[in-house]
């Protein structure tokens, strides 16, 4: 029987990045993908993580959990980035955990040393403790309800999900210190007005911290700004411009900007 492979890429928001982590932070709450129906091993795993401040940094651990709905109801918070995973909360989402592992990203983290301000990450989830390559990985097999069955957000729309795939939730716990500060600052007067389509920053080069298609937070108040069009940087400024219709919020002069998806994962699933 020929096998049958899927990916899909998943972007969690994490709003809380200037404050070191502790172990058992929370990383990030459930994440909501879809992929197709079936019983689906997880057979790999990439990753795109940011360091701090411009220099390749956050070459942690961190314990990845997945879950899928109850009768159409999602796996209830585990708590906000950078809060204590509490017993409470845990409890509360046990009904719904089909699956976990150790992302050992102190042994993944060498593939991307050629990169400045970032790591890149290929290779499989831990499902024997924490022993990195010499730790031997059971399969990872995900099996969720139909994701007709559950309603998400998007563009401040709640939609239902789509007809021949299933829903699967993916979250993770810290387990070192992360911090994904950027030390990348406003830098103008009177900050910048709602609708704003161009801003100018200083601090960190935004050139080696940001790309277009990229969508920006303030990480001191945790605002969501706009997607980012293009970034320039002269030396001694960094210019981005953002997609119309501008920030959605107003900036002040010495805000940290910041990426609200800081992490990109790709999964990749064989059926």
Same mark, same amino acid.
């Given at each position: 029987m020929?096998?049958?492979?899927?990916s899909v890429e998943v972007q !969690?928001?994490?709003t809380s990045q200037?404050? @070191?982590?502790?172990a058992n932070d929370v990383l990030f709450d459930w994440t909501r993908f879809e992929i197709p129906l079936g019983t689906a091993r997880l057979v790999s795993i990439m990753a795109t993580i !940011?360091?701090?401040?411009?220099?390749?940094? @956050?070459?942690l651990d961190a314990d990845i959990y997945f879950a899928k709905s109850v009768d159409g109801v999602d796996p209830p918070t585990l708590g906000n980035s950078n809060t204590a995973l509490s017993n409470?909360?845990?409890?509360a989402?046990?009904?719904h955990m089909i699956g976990g592992g150790r992302w050992d990203g102190t042994e993944l983290a060498d593939l991307g040393g050629a990169f400045t301000s970032y790591n890149l990450y290929n290779g499989s989830l831990m499902t024997a403790g924490a022993a990195g390559v010499t730790s031997k990985s059971a399969p990872i097999l995900l099996e969720g309800e139909r994701s007709e069955l559950t309603t998400y957000v998007e563009d401040n729309e709640t939609v239902r999900g789509t007809s021949g795939y299933q829903a699967i939730y993916m979250a993770a716990s810290a387990q070192g210190v992360y911090n994904f500060g950027t030390a990348m600052l406003v830098d103008n007067g009177p900050g910048y007005a709602e609708g704003s389509t161009s801003i100018n920053l200083d601090g960190t080069a935004g050139d080696i911290l940001v790309a277009p298609g990229d969508r920006l937070l303030a990480l001191n108040d945790g605002a969501v700004l706009g997607y980012v069009e293009a970034?320039?940087?002269?030396?001694?400024?960094t210019t981005i411009t953002i997609k119309s219709p501008g920030i959605n919020m107003a900036i002040q002069d010495g805000d940290e900007i910041g990426l609200l998806y800081p992490i990109t994962y790709r999964l990749g699933f064989e059926y």
């Amino acid at each position: 029987m020929r096998s049958k492979y899927f990916s899909v890429e998943v972007q !969690p928001v994490i709003t809380s990045q200037t404050v @070191n982590y502790s172990a058992n932070d929370v990383l990030f709450d459930w994440t909501r993908f879809e992929i197709p129906l079936g019983t689906a091993r997880l057979v790999s795993i990439m990753a795109t993580i !940011p360091g701090t401040d411009g220099a390749a940094a @956050n070459e942690l651990d961190a314990d990845i959990y997945f879950a899928k709905s109850v009768d159409g109801v999602d796996p209830p918070t585990l708590g906000n980035s950078n809060t204590a995973l509490s017993n409470t909360k845990a409890i509360a989402a046990r009904p719904h955990m089909i699956g976990g592992g150790r992302w050992d990203g102190t042994e993944l983290a060498d593939l991307g040393g050629a990169f400045t301000s970032y790591n890149l990450y290929n290779g499989s989830l831990m499902t024997a403790g924490a022993a990195g390559v010499t730790s031997k990985s059971a399969p990872i097999l995900l099996e969720g309800e139909r994701s007709e069955l559950t309603t998400y957000v998007e563009d401040n729309e709640t939609v239902r999900g789509t007809s021949g795939y299933q829903a699967i939730y993916m979250a993770a716990s810290a387990q070192g210190v992360y911090n994904f500060g950027t030390a990348m600052l406003v830098d103008n007067g009177p900050g910048y007005a709602e609708g704003s389509t161009s801003i100018n920053l200083d601090g960190t080069a935004g050139d080696i911290l940001v790309a277009p298609g990229d969508r920006l937070l303030a990480l001191n108040d945790g605002a969501v700004l706009g997607y980012v069009e293009a970034v320039t940087d002269d030396g001694s400024h960094t210019t981005i411009t953002i997609k119309s219709p501008g920030i959605n919020m107003a900036i002040q002069d010495g805000d940290e900007i910041g990426l609200l998806y800081p992490i990109t994962y790709r999964l990749g699933f064989e059926y």
